[in-house]
C-alpha cells in the first residue's frame, strides 16, 4: 500500500471515526469493543504490505475491525478473569506441605524401631488390635492365648511405643543442648 493510500485511510478514519464506531458497535454488540477494533485497525494500516490494493476504504477498514475485533474475543475465551483467578486462589491445598511429611515419616520410622523393640508377640498383638483393627477376642484366638493376654499386653506396647516415641520425638525436635523449654 503506497504512502498515499495509508494517508487516505487514516484520514477517513479520523473524518468519520464516530459513523465508523457506531457502525462497528451494531455489528459487534459492544461500544467499548468497538473503539478498541477501530483504534486497532487504524495501526494495523500502517503494517498493510504495498501489494494491498483496496477497491473500497470503507469496507477495507471495516473488514479490519471486525477481524481485529474477533481476534480479541477469541483472545478473552481463552484468558481467566481476575474473579476466576481469585476464586482459585482461595482453594485451600489439603497436601501437608513438606516439612510436615519429613516429620510424619520421621514419626513412622521412629514406631517402627519403637515396635522392634517390642517382644514378637506384643508386637503381633499390637499391629493386629492397631493396624488391623480386630477385636480382642479375636486376636486372643489366632495366637492361643486368653483376651485379659491381649489386654495386658496391648497396653504394655501402647505404653512402651508412646514413651519411646516422646524420647525420639523430643530429641529431634524439642530444646537444643543449652535451649530452655517454655
Not at 17 to 41: F, P, V
Not at 84 to 99: F, W
Request: glycine share 4%.
Amino acid at each position: 500500500m503506497t504512502h498515499t493510500r495509508r494517508n487516505a485511510l487514516h484520514g477517513m478514519v479520523l473524518a468519520d471515526y464516530h459513523g465508523l464506531s457506531k457502525q462497528l458497535a451494531r455489528t459487534l454488540g459492544s461500544t467499548d469493543l468497538a473503539h478498541e477494533a477501530l483504534h486497532d485497525a487504524f495501526l494495523r494500516l500502517d503494517r498493510a504490505t504495498e501489494t494491498t490494493e483496496v477497491k473500497s476504504p470503507k469496507a477495507y477498514l471495516f473488514r479490519i475491525a471486525i477481524n481485529v475485533a474477533r481476534d480479541r474475543m477469541r483472545a478473552r475465551r481463552h484468558r481467566v478473569s481476575t474473579s476466576e483467578i481469585d476464586d482459585l486462589l482461595d482453594v485451600v491445598d489439603e497436601a501437608p506441605d513438606p516439612s510436615r511429611v519429613v516429620e510424619a515419616r520421621l514419626e513412622v520410622e521412629a514406631l517402627k524401631d519403637a515396635l522392634m523393640e517390642l517382644s514378637p508377640r506384643q508386637r503381633q498383638i499390637f499391629l493386629a488390635a492397631v493396624v488391623e483393627e480386630l477385636p480382642h477376642r479375636e486376636i486372643a484366638k489366632r495366637l492361643g492365648i486368653n483376651a485379659r493376654t491381649v489386654q495386658i499386653d496391648l497396653t504394655h506396647a501402647l505404653k512402651f511405643c508412646a514413651v519411646r516415641l516422646k524420647r525420639k520425638l523430643i530429641r529431634r525436635f524439642g530444646p537444643r543442648p543449652g535451649e530452655t523449654s517454655t
